[in-house]
């Protein structure tokens, strides 16, 4: 799970978006809703989470294609 944003957002929003998204995460009430539902409360930066997501897609890719999945 993540949050994304607009292409083209101006690095300063991003930046005041992700200080916003870690306070928010590092309260405790936060992260006990997290923890019950089985999440594991993390932050990265922008260029972490792009590269998550880019493996994510290339490893899904991968799978749906070795399975010869097709959408219905």
Same mark, same amino acid.
């Given at each position: %799970?993540? +949050? %994304?944003?607009?292409?083209?957002?101006?690095?300063?929003? +991003?930046?005041?978006? +992700? @200080?916003?998204?870690?306070?928010?995460?590092?309260?405790?009430?936060?992260?006990?809703? #997290?923890?019950?539902?089985?999440?594991?409360?993390?932050?990265?930066?922008?260029?972490? #989470?792009?590269? #998550?997501?880019?493996?994510?897609?290339?490893?899904?890719?991968?799978?749906?294609?070795? @399975?010869?999945?097709?959408?219905?």
């Amino acid at each position: %799970m993540g +949050l %994304m944003a607009p292409a083209r957002t101006p690095k300063p929003i +991003l930046e005041k978006l +992700l @200080a916003t998204l870690v306070k928010a995460v590092q309260t405790p009430a936060t992260r006990e809703l #997290f923890e019950r539902q089985g999440a594991d409360p993390v932050t990265s930066t922008p260029a972490e #989470f792009k590269k #998550f997501v880019a493996e994510e897609y290339a490893r899904f890719t991968q799978a749906i294609r070795l @399975a010869n999945l097709k959408p219905e």
